[in-house]
T-cell receptor, first 110, second 118 residues
Framework: GQNIDQPTEMTATEGAIVQINCTYQ??????LFWYQQHAGEAPTFLSY????GLEEKGRFSSFLSRSKGYSYLLLKELQMKDSASYLC???????????FGAGTILRVKS | NAGVMQNPRHLVRRRGQEARLRCSPM?????VYWYRQLPEEGLKFMVY????????ESGMPKERFSAEFPKEGPSILRIQQVVRGDSAAYFC????????????????FGQGTRLTVV
């Protein structure tokens, strides 16, 4: 079966750091993706992990531990425009599709 | 290079009518995926297509829903005899052919079609 869990909502302050966790239990694994989605818009790609460890990309970093079925997305120097939904997704073994979590709504306050 | 194009952006249908949603993948992309997103929920996989072939339709409802990706033209998601429960945002995503290194490639999403059934 496929199960991907992430917190429903988080609130953080402008300029701060926030970590959004994702745990997964899937029948196959071929990479983990993080997408950002603003209300009414398309999901946009943020990061990709297939090996254990940290991937850094500017203000955004993503970590993966395959043995623990765990990932997190780290956002630094938060800006108001970072208020959005953050989607964790696991690609299946055959690379056919992404299985998404329900998303974490992040609210950045001044 | 235009992104993934979906049309219409908004579609209103009465119960029992048909809805046709179109998706043109990014240039050079031969893989198309359809996802459905209900309010306050995550994206749910529906179907994966390559040109003229349905590769994985494990997420498609067994009745009323069909998808195609013809040799020429956009991919079409068709919903017959729509019901209120079909109201959702339908997103299309595309990715390049396998030989370009799909392993490290993300899927690019279109802006979605918001279907409202009244």
């Amino acid at each position: 079966g496929q199960n991907i869990d992430q917190p429903t909502e988080m609130t953080a302050t402008e300029g701060a750091i926030v970590q959004i966790n994702c745990t997964y239990q899937t029948s196959g694994f071929n990479g983990l993706f993080w997408y950002q989605q603003h209300a009414g818009e398309a999901p946009t790609f943020l990061s990709y992990n297939v090996l254990d460890g940290l991937e850094e990309k500017g203000r955004f970093s993503s970590f993966l531990s395959r043995s623990k079925g765990y990932s997190y997305l780290l956002l630094k120097e938060l800006q108001m425009k970072d208020s959005a939904s953050y989607l964790c997704a696991v690609r299946d073994l055959w690379g056919n599709k992404l299985v998404f979590g329900a998303g974490t709504i992040l609210r950045v306050k001044s | 290079n235009a992104g993934v194009m979906q049309n219409p952006r908004h579609l209103v249908r009465r119960r029992g009518q048909e809805a046709r949603l179109r998706c043109s993948p990014m240039k050079g992309h031969s893989h198309v995926y359809w996802y459905r997103q209900l309010p306050e929920e995550g994206l749910k996989f529906m179907v994966y297509l390559q040109k003229e072939n349905i590769i994985d339709e494990s997420g498609m409802p067994k009745e009323r829903f069909s998808a195609e990706f013809p040799k020429e033209g956009p991919s079409i998601l068709r919903i017959q005899q729509v019901v209120r429960g079909d109201s959702a945002a339908y997103f299309c995503a595309s990715s390049p052919p396998d030989e370009t290194g799909w392993e490290n490639t993300e899927a690019f999403f279109g802006q979605g079609t918001r279907l409202t059934v009244v």
